[in-house]
Structure formats: structure tokens, C-alpha cells
């Protein structure tokens, strides 16, 4: 017989066991709601918002199971009374979660708070002494026994607080604490996940503000040469249609090759180079030993200024020089050019400039450095941006480029 017992008592437990296996499965198996990168205590704060039901009855059933598990009773009358054990938890747990905790940070008077915690405490106490006493002890005591009538579990407060208040709130305060440390954590990852979003679509506005003034720019340089039926009209649409298949399909990621982007600065250099005869000289100079990774543009947003604001402007010998330099993840490019009709302190920061500003800002908030300047007659462009990732395809190229 207590063979039997045992063998009952072991195949209740194992099928409450299997049921919390059941209830498992979703965050071991459905990985496509977990980043591999996450943390277990992420993994298990994103299951209980994702599965919140399955997550509340799998911590009862270990509550139900692990504090609980006594060898004296039998199976039945175990089973009985950590039912009604772990409903008043239930009952303390919600009652500080969702109604005592939210109070105080919505910042309510914090007496009016205390006095609701201590009224609701002795409540749930006496309805849990009273529920023992005439609904429990029935179940599992066998006949003759005394029982306490109502006025003397209203009134006994000592039994109530060191038998039942105490034990029940003593969790009901852990589960608070994991309440309010996983809403904490999934304000966080919201507020982190709303900045992400304006951050991107201020960026993407950006862009979109860039590239029709590039093509604004480009599209009216091909227009002038229409209009005197010059023979090189047909190679600038080419020309411009390299560039366009660049800005148009490969920079729709956040991030591009720096080689890519050098390519697209050696097109753009051979379409502006059609608009001006021998006056005019460029000299690109590169030296790159990583194939670091770059937001797309903001190269080209600086060279456009230079061939608008000074070799379009100098009406004497032009010259824009163009170094750029890629070190150990560490960026540095500099674009000069000739620059006339305006004093040395003076310059008004045109549109695409001050995009480009905003997009650093966006994306390399604190390794970055955009400076720009006149002397001696020359405009002066500074970029560097630090700590940049680099590219699994890396390359060592020198190469100095000379357009005149």
C-alpha cells in the first residue's frame, strides 16, 4: 500500500512536472522571439511579457510544487492544502502588484497608500485564517476538533500577523519586486526602441533632403549643356545614371562600404570634371587599410559643396584637393578648394552642409568632428570620425587619382 502511495504521489508530481514542460516550450523553442545575444534574465523578462498567462501560472506551479512538498501527508490532502496555501499568495502577490505598488508610483499620498496596505493586509489575513479554519481543516482534520468562531479570528491580530499576514505578504513582496523589475526593464527597452525610431526616420529624412539636392545640383549642370548641344550631354547622363544606381540601390542600408563610397566620389568627380575645361584641377588622394563602414553620403555631401560653392564660383584657375585617410577605424578627410568673393570670416552654411551635420549628429553623436574654415583664400572641409566597424572584406590600397 504505501508502495502504491508512493508510486501516486510520484506520477501526480511528474505530470505536473510534464505541464511545466509544456509550458516551456515556447521559450526554448521559438527562438525567433529572442536575440541570441540576449541575457537569460532578458530572455525570461521577454517570455513573461510575450506569454504573460503561461509565464503567471508556471511560477504559481513552482510555488505550488517547491516550498510546499511534504512527505507526511498524503498526495491528497498535500494537494488540498497547497491549493489553498498558494491562493492566498495569489491573492496578497496581485493585491501589492497591481494595486498598492501602482499607487505609490503614481505618487498618491503616501499615508492614504499605507492605510489601504494595512486594511487590505488584515482583510486578506482574517479571510485566509477563516478559510483555514472552516473550509481546509474540514478537508484533511479528522472529526472531533475545536473550531475558533469569527469574532475570534477577526479579533486574534497576533495569529493573524505571525501566521498568516507574514507568510503571505513575505512573497507577495518578492513578486512585486519582479513586477516592477520587469516593467522597469520593458520601459527601458521601449523608451531605447522609441529613440531608435526617431533617430531613423530623422535620418531618413535627411537623406531624402540630400539626394534631390544632389540631383537638383547634378540635373542642372546636364540642363546647361543641353541647352549649347554640347557633345558630352549623353556621356553626363551615363555618368549620372551610375551615380543614381549607387544612391538609388546601394544605400538603402544605414551603413555602406567605404570603398563603395569611394567609387561613387570617383563618378561624381569624372561627371562635375565634363562642366569645366583644363582650368579647373582636382586630385583625390586615398589611403585606406580597412574597409571600414560608413553612413552613405556624407562624402559626397562635402565634395558637391566644394564644386558648387568654389570651383563653380572661381571664374580664374580652380583647384579642389581631397585627401582621405582610413587608419586603424579611424577616419580623416579633408577637401580644399579655392574659395572667392567673400572675406575670410564670413560664410553662410548652405543646405547640404548643415544636413550633413545633422546626420553625424544622428548617427556618431560623440566620435565625431566636422569643422570648416577659410585661409588664404581656400574653403577648408575637416571630417573625422573615430571607431568606426570595419567591413569583413578588408584592403590595403593606395592610390592618388589626378583629374586635370
Given at each position: 500500500m504505501k508502495a502504491n502511495g508512493f508510486c501516486r504521489q510520484n506520477n501526480a508530481i511528474y505530470r505536473t512536472i510534464c505541464g511545466i514542460r509544456r509550458l516551456l516550450i515556447p521559450f526554448f523553442y521559438r527562438n525567433a522571439i529572442f536575440d541570441s545575444n540576449m541575457s537569460i534574465t532578458e530572455k525570461t523578462i521577454r517570455y513573461s511579457a510575450i506569454y504573460?498567462?503561461?509565464?503567471?501560472?508556471?511560477?504559481?506551479?513552482?510555488?505550488?510544487?517547491?516550498?510546499?512538498?511534504?512527505?507526511?501527508i498524503s498526495i491528497r490532502d498535500m494537494l488540498i492544502q497547497n491549493s489553498f496555501y498558494v491562493s492566498f499568495y495569489m491573492m496578497a502577490s496581485y493585491f501589492v502588484a497591481y494595486f498598492i505598488i501602482p499607487k505609490f508610483q503614481k505618487g498618491e499620498n503616501y499615508l492614504v497608500v499605507i492605510l489601504y496596505f494595512i486594511i487590505g493586509?488584515?482583510?486578506?489575513?482574517?479571510?485566509?485564517?477563516?478559510?483555514?479554519?472552516?473550509v481546509l481543516e474540514p478537508l484533511i482534520r479528522k472529526p472531533p476538533y475545536s473550531q475558533e468562531s469569527l469574532l475570534e479570528i477577526a479579533t486574534d491580530l497576533r495569529k493573524l500577523i505571525t501566521d498568516y499576514f507574514l507568510q503571505n505578504f513575505s512573497l507577495a513582496w518578492i513578486f512585486g519586486f519582479i513586477k516592477l523589475s520587469k516593467d522597469?526593464?520593458?520601459t527601458r527597452q521601449r523608451t531605447l526602441q522609441l529613440e531608435?525610431?526617431?533617430?531613423?526616420?530623422?535620418?531618413?529624412?535627411?537623406?531624402?533632403?540630400?539626394?534631390?539636392?544632389?540631383?537638383f545640383n547634378t540635373l542642372n549642370n546636364i540642363y546647361s549643356l543641353s541647352l549649347t548641344n554640347s557633345p558630352i550631354t549623353s556621356s553626363s547622363i551615363a555618368g549620372l545614371a551610375e551615380i543614381l544606381d549607387h544612391i538609388l540601390y546601394r544605400c538603402n542600408s544605414n551603413f555602406v562600404a567605404i570603398s563603395t563610397e569611394i567609387n561613387l566620389l570617383e563618378n561624381y568627380i569624372a561627371l562635375e570634371k565634363i562642366r569645366y575645361d583644363?582650368?579647373?584641377?582636382v586630385y583625390f588622394n586615398h589611403v585606406i587599410d580597412q574597409d571600414v563602414q560608413i553612413i552613405p553620403l556624407i562624402l559626397l555631401s562635402i565634395i558637391e559643396n566644394a564644386f558648387k560653392h568654389g570651383a563653380g564660383e572661381d571664374i580664374g584657375e580652380p583647384r579642389i584637393d581631397i585627401d582621405l585617410t582610413v587608419q586603424t577605424g579611424d577616419l580623416h578627410f579633408k577637401v580644399e578648394n579655392t574659395f572667392v568673393g567673400q572675406k575670410e570670416h564670413v560664410y553662410?552654411?548652405?543646405?547640404?552642409?548643415?544636413?550633413?551635420?545633422?546626420?553625424?549628429?544622428?548617427?556618431?553623436?560623440?566620435?565625431?568632428?566636422?569643422?570648416?574654415?577659410?585661409?588664404?583664400?581656400?574653403?577648408?572641409?575637416?571630417?573625422?570620425?573615430?571607431?568606426?566597424?570595419?567591413?569583413?572584406?578588408?584592403?590595403?590600397?593606395?592610390?592618388?587619382?589626378?583629374?586635370?
Open positions: 504573460r498567462l503561461s509565464s503567471h501560472i508556471l511560477f504559481w506551479l513552482v510555488v505550488f510544487i517547491v516550498p510546499q512538498y511534504q512527505t507526511d493586509g488584515y482583510l486578506l489575513s482574517a479571510l485566509s485564517r477563516f478559510m483555514v479554519v472552516y522597469q526593464y520593458l531608435k525610431e526617431k533617430a531613423e526616420a530623422e535620418l531618413n529624412v535627411l537623406k531624402a533632403q540630400l539626394n534631390p539636392h544632389f540631383l583644363k582650368r579647373l584641377k553662410t552654411e548652405k543646405i547640404g552642409m548643415s544636413n550633413l551635420r545633422k546626420q553625424l549628429t544622428l548617427v556618431y553623436p560623440k566620435n565625431h568632428e566636422l569643422t570648416t574654415y577659410i585661409s588664404e583664400g581656400r574653403f577648408v572641409t575637416l571630417l573625422t570620425i573615430s571607431n568606426l566597424t570595419i567591413d569583413d572584406a578588408r584592403f590595403k590600397n593606395k592610390s592618388t587619382v589626378s583629374f586635370s
